[in-house]
């Protein structure tokens, strides 16, 4: 069992700034694959979607496209994971002309070490899904950063404002 999981209900535990990013590998949408910690020694955007190809997750996604220049300059590298098969994720980037990595996770195991699979609601009712997260996470892997339940039109922006108060 991973750490931060909570025996009684195996909903994991949100993480807070200063703890340590849980490292992953996971298949990225080029046919490779990348490790979080081998990103270390640079700060890093990590954020987890629902769905590619959907309303929401390509306005998200758009976003982080359109201001990654701002982003990259500042030191940051974004990588996106999604529960989508890595095909359709190769879609999704061709079809938006996405230029970071997005990341393959099917069984969900790196979601619910971040606690971006859990109880959310959704038209007023519970049920267990991806929550719509984001994490920075600093060039010691650390997390800077982490916002839960954010949504997906003005995010980036608003990311970018809380990006300004952390330097």
Same mark, same amino acid.
Request: net charge neutral; proline share 5%; with cysteine.
């Given at each position: ?12 535990? $949100?993480?807070?700034? /200063?703890? %340590?990013? *849980?490292?992953?590998?996971? +298949? &990225? ?63 999704? $980037?061709?079809?938006? /002309?996405? %230029?970071? *990595?997005?990341?393959?996770? +099917? &069984? ?60």
């Amino acid at each position: 069992m991973m750490g931060g999981m909570n025996d009684t209900n195996d909903v994991p535990e $949100r993480l807070e700034a /200063g703890m %340590t990013a *849980p490292d992953f590998t996971l +298949p &990225d949408d080029r046919g490779g694959e990348l490790t979080l910690s081998s990103l270390r020694g640079g700060r890093v955007i990590l954020y987890f979607y629902p769905a590619a190809m959907t309303p929401g997750c390509t306005k998200e996604a758009c976003d982080f496209r359109d201001r990654l220049d701002r982003l990259t300059a500042a030191g940051y590298t974004v990588v996106g994971v999604s529960k989508d098969p890595v095909d359709k994720l190769a879609r999704f $980037r061709e079809r938006d /002309g996405l %230029t970071f *990595p997005l990341l393959s996770d +099917p &069984d969900l195991t790196v979601h619910k070490a971040y606690a971006a699979y859990g109880e959310k609601k959704l038209y007023g009712k519970v049920r267990l899904g991806v929550i719509r997260s984001t994490f920075v996470i600093g060039a010691d892997g650390t997390i800077e950063l982490a916002r839960y339940n954010v949504r997906a039109t003005g995010h980036v922006d608003s990311l970018l404002k809380q990006l300004a108060k952390l330097d």
